[in-house]
């Protein structure tokens, strides 16, 4: 699946060519495109017509309960953009249990992926590598244990990136509390 705008920068086009190369290989996989934009014919056109209905066009979905349902049912995200400073997909990817590919140019996989355990990093605006990480993932072998490995991952990402945590760790280090109450919720600053 691939979640976003359908504009240059997301770079859908490389993610449409790829699964055009890997259809032949992988009859049970289809591609899901959540999102609109002003590429979403030209996009379209790039699809020979015999894989026509094995690209599903969702487009823009707001009720996060959709959302959700649309997630449970993918196995891998694909994020193949040339600028991505965060990429909220790929924390919801990650949350829901799938798969994750991405460019080396979205900042959120730097922090969720862990490359070839839950996903695969690949270089921005290269197709070959994007190919070869999306056959890597679709493995029949190997799919599962990239996506048992997300929420883990996710896991993971949550307690580091918990603020509330961030600021104790820091005041634990800067000395204002003592490590003892570090991990305590009940004792205030100043105490």
């Known amino acids: 699946m691939y979640g976003g705008r359908l504009v240059d920068v997301k770079r859908v086009d490389l993610l449409i060519d790829a699964f055009v190369s890997l259809a032949p290989d992988r009859p049970n996989w289809d591609l899901l495109i959540i999102g609109d934009g002003p590429l979403r014919e030209p ?3 790039r699809i020979p017509i015999e894989l026509q209905g094995r690209v599903i066009w969702k487009g823009f979905v707001e ?7 649309l997630y449970r049912c993918c196995d891998v995200l694909v994020l193949p953009s040339d600028v991505e400073p965060w990429g909220i ?3 919801e990817a990650a949350a829901a249990g799938l798969a994750i590919i991405a460019s080396d140019k979205v900042g959120a996989a730097y922090d969720l992926v862990q490359d070839g355990v839950n996903g695969i990093l690949f270089p921005a605006s290269q197709s070959a590598p ?3 990480a999306l056959l890597k993932v679709t493995d029949d072998y190997k799919i599962e244990r990239f996506r048992s ?3 883990q991952r996710f896991r993971q990402w949550r307690a580091m990136a918990d603020p509330i945590q961030g600021v104790r760790r820091a005041l634990t280090f800067a000395g204002v509390i003592g490590r003892e ?3 305590s919720q009940t004792r205030a600053i100043g105490d």
């Open 63 to 69: 009720e996060p309960t959709m959302l959700a349902d």
């Open 130 to 132: 994007l190919l070869d």
């Open 89 to 91: 997909v790929i924390t």
């Open 43 to 45: 996009l379209r056109n």
């Open 181 to 183: 109450s570090a991990g």
């Open 149 to 151: 490995a997300s929420p």
